[in-house]
């Protein structure tokens, strides 16, 4: 499987909130950074291991749930 590590950038959101949020909010399961150690705080990880067709549709709602920080 291939992952991304991507830094979160939401000032108060912590890796562990935003991956509950994704989860229960946006239904997209993802890793919290703070689980690679201290340095990864601040970021998430996704896995791209999924098809194609649920990769957009994760990253859909990904990007419509973020719109309210926008």
């Known amino acids: 499987?291939?992952?991304v590590f991507p830094r979160i950038g939401l000032p108060g959101l912590s890796s562990v909130d935003?991956?509950?949020?994704?989860?229960?909010e946006a239904k997209v399961i993802t890793v919290p950074?703070?689980?690679?150690?201290?340095?990864?705080?601040?970021?998430?990880?996704l896995?791209?291991?999924?098809?194609?067709?649920?990769?957009?549709?994760?990253?859909?709602?990904i990007e419509e749930w973020g719109i309210q920080y926008r």
């Open 1 to 3: 499987a291939y992952y």
């Open 18 to 24: 935003l991956s509950l949020k994704l989860l229960y």
């Open 33 to 45: 950074g703070s689980g690679f150690g201290p340095t990864g705080e601040g970021h998430i990880r």
């Open 47 to 61: 896995s791209f291991g999924a098809t194609e067709k649920e990769l957009e549709k994760a990253f859909d709602r």
